[in-house]
């Protein structure tokens, strides 16, 4: 059966994208190819092309206010002062109370503290955790409040760790809860939603995921300084109230939206995924991969029917378009269905595909050449023998 020319050239396509995708997977690792990369700058190391959509869309005009979320700010307020708070703040009946707070050492009178805390109800606690150095599966208690003994068992706690622990690295997400030797630790953000939204923390453990992706876009809190809380006690109530710094340097984590965010508004914007339950659906490893081969593919094959006098331009063209669609299609995606896709993998085999097709035509004209040469030395020897 006779093979016809378009036919030929749709199996050359498959096998430069077949070789494409072996080059592609030779020289990932050692690279840590991120297409992200290419326009990431050198303040932000760490970046991604998700990072690029979420910061995109957290500077529309639009925004929403988290009716469920109250942040009070305690900037430089010493125990006393933070006492004063949680006595205003547990009369207004909160749903829960979170205090982002490590009280490392007890202090001379800490006892206006300790009495406030045990008369705010529904309260979280903060602690972090480590790395167990028995198991590398489980973490074990690392810092907690030092009146977290006398507080328990009334007072629930929540670990305040990010997924990284490198102060470099972006977070994006939170991981959901910590399983020690003893026992499991949930989130910060996850023992506050225990409280108020046992339902939704139902959902988020159906979901099966040991990390989540912080919904930061477009969304703000409305935030009280101490001295406001006298004013404003009546918009408490029914509240998730957190309390923690907005100003400490040292608590300052880069973000998708901000360089410089502290803990207390990220653990805010965890919660609030959980709350609102637009969580973030990723594509696994090997569907972008089956994208990017599709992509490839299709790249490979358009550029076996375009002549050869406007090839290099028109395959330039295609990259620039090809480059606006992954970024538009990446963007509504990202936004309009919380779905995030790695188009990483799609640019690097794109890539990777015209080096394919270049060596692939290179080494057609070798064996050409070769083929030629030695029909040549075949005519030459063959006129040899018939002269004899």
């Given at each position: 059966m006779k093979i016809d020319q378009k036919n030929i050239k749709y199996l050359?396509?498959?096998?430069?994208?077949?070789?494409?995708?072996l080059l592609s997977q030779v020289l990932l690792s050692p690279l840590t190819f991120s297409a992200a990369t290419m326009i990431s700058t050198p303040g932000r190391s760490d970046f991604t092309i998700t990072d690029f959509y979420c910061h995109v869309a957290d500077k529309r005009a639009v925004r929403v206010l988290d009716h469920d979320v109250v942040i009070v700010d305690i900037g430089a307020c010493d125990r006393d002062d933070i006492a004063g708070i949680l006595e205003i703040v547990s009369v207004c009946e909160p749903r829960a109370v979170g205090v982002d707070i490590l009280f490392g050492k007890p202090h001379e009178d800490?006892?206006?503290?300790i009495n406030a805390l045990r008369g705010c109800p529904n309260l979280v606690m903060a602690l972090s955790v480590k790395p167990d150095t028995t198991d590398i599966q489980r973490f074990a208690i690392d810092h907690r409040s030092f009146l977290a003994d006398s507080l328990s068992p009334l007072t629930a706690a929540g670990a305040t760790n990010f997924p990284t622990t490198e102060s470099d690295r972006t977070i994006r997400d939170f991981r959901v809860e910590f399983p020690c030797a003893s026992d499991t630790v949930p989130s910060f953000a996850l023992a506050l939603a225990e409280i108020a939204a046992p339902l939704q923390v139902e959902h988020l453990r159906q979901r099966g995921n040991r990390e989540e992706v912080i919904n930061f876009c477009s969304r703000t809190y409305t935030t009280y300084l101490p001295e406001e809380l006298p004013d404003n006690a009546d918009r408490l109530r029914d509240k998730i109230v957190l309390l923690g710094s907005l100003s400490q340097t040292e608590d300052m984590h880069t973000t998708p939206v901000k360089s410089a965010m502290t803990g207390v508004m990220i653990h805010a914007h965890a919660l609030s995924t959980i709350l609102s339950e637009e969580y973030f659906f990723k594509l696994n490893k090997w569907w972008n991969w089956a994208i990017a081969f599709v992509s490839c593919f299709s790249v490979v094959a358009m550029s076996m029917f375009i002549p050869?006098?406007?090839?290099?331009?028109?395959?330039?063209?295609?990259q620039i378009i090809l480059l606006y669609i992954t970024i538009r299609y990446g963007y509504d995606l990202f936004i309009d269905f919380n779905i995030i896709v790695n188009f990483s993998y799609s640019l690097l085999m794109i890539t990777f595909g015209l080096l394919a097709n270049d060596f692939w035509v290179g080494t057609e004209g070798c064996l050409g050449w070769m083929k030629g040469k030695m029909a040549k030395i075949r005519t030459f020897k063959l006129k040899i023998n018939t002269s004899r």
């Open positions: 050359k396509a498959l096998g430069i994208t077949i070789l494409a995708f800490d006892s206006r503290l050869v006098s406007i090839k290099s331009m028109s395959m330039r063209v295609f």
